[in-house]
């Protein structure tokens, strides 16, 4: 069963009880079940929406690249809008948001003519833009760069470090990740990138090989350890059978501890 609940008919507070019965004429005289029937059992429990407002404010620039060995791309063309589109998915699914705000600057793209030796080379001009713009602190910026490869010097995607949540950490807010065609990892990565951004350090999974994991997380390898769900796509994720985004293991999702680490950091950045 699938109920969508429109934002009017869903505030802070609401709470939520389930129960199945059997309604076809004539089976009034049947046995009760004797398997569970309603959920949550004993009584209803908060759906958990919260009162304050959650905000995310992205700023993706694309970039006009040109190795000098033949790779010549430009993300600000080659990125479709329904490929955008999964971007701004991928957000509201794996971050605790009500509103993205969201900016793609097709007409205002990172020019690059030698090749990169790593991705971090566009922090800088983000940076730059972030100054250029008068950008609020509370933005994001994040550089989406096509290398003909499915990374540069071994990086998919790079974040300065583990950004404070503080205004003069601002600057910090950048991260960069390449753009491989439309797949799956093209987002993956940028939902990693931003969650660096967002202060979570990377999480242990067997293999993943990631460097400055955090020891306070709490699953082991990696897990997510609660029912995944996607609201865009519409898909279940294990809790056991996946992994945590911060990891380097497939395939991922958000975790709940994840997802309420995040959402603190939110609350705290929509405030300003």
């Not at 250029?132 to 003909?148: I, K, M, R």
């Not at 939902?191 to 994991?213: K, Y």
Request: a negative charge; aromatic letters at 12%; hydrophobic letters at 35%.
């Amino acid at each position: 069963f699938v109920f969508p609940l429109l934002a009017d008919q869903f505030p802070p507070g609401v709470s939520y009880h389930m129960s199945l019965w059997e309604a076809e004429p004539g089976a009034e005289d049947l046995p009760e079940s004797s398997t569970v029937t309603e959920s949550p059992i004993g009584g209803s429990e908060l759906v958990g929406t919260q009162p304050e407002p959650l905000e995310l404010k992205v700023v993706m620039i694309p970039v006009v690249y040109d190795d000098g060995e033949g790779c010549q791309t430009d993300t600000s063309t080659g990125v479709t809008p329904e490929q955008e589109m999964e971007f701004i998915n991928y957000l509201h699914e794996q971050y605790p948001i009500q509103e993205l705000v969201w900016e793609f600057r097709r007409d205002d793209p990172i020019v690059v003519d030698q090749a990169l030796s790593s991705l971090t080379q566009l922090w800088e001009p983000l940076q730059n833009a972030r100054v250029a713009d008068g950008a609020d602190p509370n933005y994001y910026y994040y550089a989406l760069v096509d290398a003909c490869a499915g990374g540069i010097d071994g990086a998919a995607g790079i974040a300065p470090g583990l950004a404070p949540d503080t205004k003069d950490a601002a600057f910090e807010r950048v991260s960069s990740g390449v753009w491989n065609d439309g797949t799956d990892n093209s987002y993956h990565t940028m939902v990693h990138e931003l969650g660096l951004n967002h202060g979570r350090a990377h999480v242990f999974c067997p293999g993943g090989d990631a460097a400055g994991v955090d020891p306070s997380y709490p699953h082991e390898d990696g897990i997510i350890g609660g029912w995944g769900f996607g609201i865009r796509h519409f898909r279940l994720y294990s809790p056991t059978g996946t992994r945590d985004i911060m990891t380097y293991c497939d395939p991922s999702w958000v975790s709940d501890w994840g997802w309420s680490k995040v959402f603190l950091r939110i609350r705290t950045l929509t405030s300003w």
